[in-house]
């Protein structure tokens, strides 16, 4: 439920002490290459006035979530906590419903509580207020977004923006002429500890599963499983993933949260196995079928229903114990090789993938080259 935060003037010139206690934070947008693909990235740039360090999170949107998860990670990463928060008005954590008087979302609520932060929200007619952290998202975007930054995730892009800020740091301030980092120490000193726990940034809400085993999030459905259908779900929204569970708690499934275009629908293949190897005639209809490498396809197509059976179950055994996508690797190799999947062969193909070590495609999947090369090692003796 959301909770009513009075919006205290502040004042234009503050004391050193409440300076270095102050952090301020605003959302900027800028695009980077994050797991092959261009996309729009919100960066929560935080400012500390006293010696001007800038800090930086990418994050997927601007939300209450990601509002406490980029300052986690901020805060993860200075080690500390400051007094004082200072948000700007269309921060994702409030909502302005007076012009003195801001409505906060409940998990951000919970975030401050967490943190010890005193928060405030900046005057909507004293521009001043917020004008070093706007200065500073334009700042950081011409510095660590040009040229275009390319990542695994958000959270690695995070951890790659937050050590260049730190490498920045070594300027001069512009007012004082001591150096930034100099500066930062002194406002390290006045910042409280970190919390023994990290914050988990949550938000469960109640959701009933549709006839195919969905549930709606916005405009953007995420499949729980077949076994789930009609089922009332609670569903953990963080920053990055949606935790799905039953109203008891037991866990369902786990997906990445969606932030793009509506009607979509975000699965994770490997929770349709298990319905499907107890229905293999339901095969051909699956949504799995566009999920797996076209020889893997062809070979299921072509099979009888216990066969699909047999080799669905296999692949679902070999995804619990390696990952999904180690076991579809696993399999599509040992079927490029000419065989037919069994237990031990898959299991054991998985199990290495997942360690890094893929098959070699000049050796095929059933081949012991590794063995060969160390009992022949001058290449005269016959294979393993």
């Not at 009075?6 to 206690?21: E, F, G, I, Q, V």
């Not at 293999?280 to 799995?288: R, V």
């Not at 099979?303 to 080799?311: H, K, M, V």
Request: charged share 25%.
């Amino acid at each position: 439920h959301p909770a009513e935060n009075p919006l205290p003037t502040l004042r234009k010139n503050t004391a050193h002490k409440a300076d270095a206690n102050l952090l301020k934070h605003n959302f900027g947008e800028a695009v980077a290459t994050i797991g092959g693909g261009d996309v729009k990235v919100h960066c929560l740039v935080a400012t500390f006035p006293h010696s001007n360090m800038r800090y930086v999170a990418a994050m997927p949107g601007e939300n209450a979530e990601c509002v406490c998860e980029g300052l986690a990670q901020i805060f993860d990463h200075i080690g500390m906590v400051p007094r004082v928060l200072v948000l700007d008005n269309a921060t994702g954590a409030g909502h302005r419903v007076a012009w003195n008087k801001v409505t906060v979302v409940r998990v951000f609520a919970m975030f401050c509580d967490h943190y010890r932060l005193e928060t405030r929200f900046c005057n909507p007619y004293s521009g001043n207020e917020k004008g070093s952290v706007e200065n500073a998202v334009g700042f950081l975007r011409r510095n660590l977004m040009v040229p275009k930054p390319n990542a695994e995730s958000h959270r690695q892009l995070t951890r790659h923006l937050l050590s260049r800020c730190d490498a920045i740091a070594d300027v001069d301030h512009y007012r004082s002429g001591r150096p930034v980092r100099e500066l930062f120490d002194e406002d390290r000193g006045e910042m409280q500890p970190l919390p023994r726990a990290r914050f988990d940034a949550v938000e469960w809400v109640e959701r009933k599963a549709d006839k195919e085993g969905n549930i709606q999030i916005g405009s953007v459905r995420y499949l729980a499983g077949p076994s789930w259908r009609g089922w009332t779900l609670l569903a953990g929204l963080r920053a990055f993933e949606v935790e799905i569970r039953t109203a008891d708690g037991r866990h369902v499934n786990t997906l990445p949260r969606s932030y793009g275009d509506g009607g979509r629908t975000v699965r994770n293949p490997a929770t349709l196995l298990p319905a499907l190897a107890r229905k293999p005639n339901a095969w051909g209809e699956s949504p799995l079928r566009g999920e797996l490498p076209d020889g893997l396809v062809l070979r299921l197509d072509a099979l009888d229903p216990g066969s699909r059976r047999r080799e669905l179950t296999l692949l679902h055994r070999a995804g619990v114990a390696s990952g999904f996508g180690n076991a579809v690797l696993a399999m599509a190799a040992i079927v490029e090789g000419g065989r037919a999947p069994d237990e031990a062969s898959l299991l054991a193909l998985a199990r290495r993938i997942a360690q890094g070590d893929p098959p070699d495609p000049d050796d095929g999947a059933g081949r012991l080259a590794v063995y060969d090369a160390f009992n022949n090692p001058d290449g005269k003796g016959t294979e393993s």
